[in-house]
Structure formats: structure tokens, C-alpha cells
């Protein structure tokens, strides 16, 4: 992941397997936030995708402004929309392929000393088949989706640096 050219960006990082029906949700997310014409309050949004949250993001996420994370789940009611704070945290197992966002915020913390404020968007998901097509629950709760970030990075661009509550 490159590092980021507007340091004041909000980061957002959608990941899921996208040939896996509703676990593709953050993806379409993520196109509907780069489908969006800039706004005056807005901050810029850095936008990325993954299949799954790596070591070599933390870079990129210790310079950003704020970051969400985006990702579908299997528990809720299919389309729930949630959005919660992270903190840096190893988790179960920090030297995973794979991390958590805690996870990652901490090898943020740890090599470049600083984990930005954070959050995790997730849609609860209906359907985790082979597929391309999201449920249509699920895909109706994408604007929701949508929304809920673009409020968290107002709130950020708002805020003092030290405020970490998400919307």
C-alpha cells in the first residue's frame, strides 16, 4: 500500500473476498464512496480494498487522519449496519497472515509511533457462498453504509485529534 500523498485523508479500508457473495460487501461500499462527488466539510478519503488486512498496511494507516474499516460479518440481522471504535490490540494471534484492525493499529503504533483514531463498519451479512451477487438485503443497506462513513469523517474533520467516538 503506498503511502498516503494528503496526510489530513481519512483511510478507508474495505476487504472481503468478493467471489463470496455478501462477504464482498465492503467493496461496494468502498465504489459507492468513490462514485461521490467532493463536498465542502468532506475531508479527503484515501480509498483501498483487500482481501484481507495485512502487516505492510500499517504505514499507510499511521499517517492517515482517521480510518474505517470496512467488512462484512456473519452474526446480526443481514443488513445491520454497525459501526464501533478500535484501539490498537494484538488479538489472539498478532503474527497471523492476517490481522485484525486492532491489530493492525498496533503495528501502526509499534513501527511508525502513531494509531490514528479508528473504527470498524461492518454489514452483517446474509449469504457466504460462491457467488458475485450480494443478498438483497445487503445491498440495500449499502447507502447506509455509505452515510455512516461519510458522517465519521466529518465528525474527524471536526473533532480534536484526541476524539475517538464513532458516529
Not at 445491520?80 to 498496533?106: D, F, I, M, T, Y
Not at 490514528?116 to 451479512?125: D, Y
Request: proline share 10%.
Amino acid at each position: 500500500m503506498p503511502t498516503l500523498d494528503c496526510p489530513d485523508a481519512v483511510l478507508v479500508i474495505a476487504w472481503g473476498n468478493p467471489l463470496r457473495e455478501d462477504d464482498a460487501v465492503a467493496w461496494h461500499v468502498l465504489e459507492g464512496l468513490r462514485s461521490l462527488r467532493p463536498r465542502p466539510g468532506l475531508p479527503a478519503l484515501k480509498l483501498r480494498h483487500a482481501h484481507q488486512l495485512t502487516p505492510e498496511m500499517a504505514e499507510c494507516v499511521s499517517q492517515a487522519r482517521g480510518v474505517v474499516f470496512i467488512d462484512a460479518r456473519r452474526d446480526g440481522t443481514p443488513g445491520e449496519v454497525r459501526c464501533e471504535a478500535a484501539a490498537p490490540s494484538a488479538g489472539s494471534n498478532p503474527l497471523a497472515h492476517s490481522l485484525s484492525p486492532q491489530a493492525l493499529l498496533l503495528y501502526a503504533e509499534q513501527l511508525y509511533g502513531r494509531a490514528p483514531r479508528a473504527v470498524v463498519l461492518s454489514i452483517a451479512g446474509e449469504r457466504f457462498g460462491m457467488g458475485e451477487a450480494l443478498s438483497p438485503v445487503v445491498r440495500r443497506a449499502i447507502p447506509r453504509a455509505i452515510r455512516t462513513v461519510v458522517r465519521q469523517a466529518k465528525a474527524w474533520a471536526q473533532a480534536s485529534p484526541e476524539t475517538v467516538r464513532p458516529v
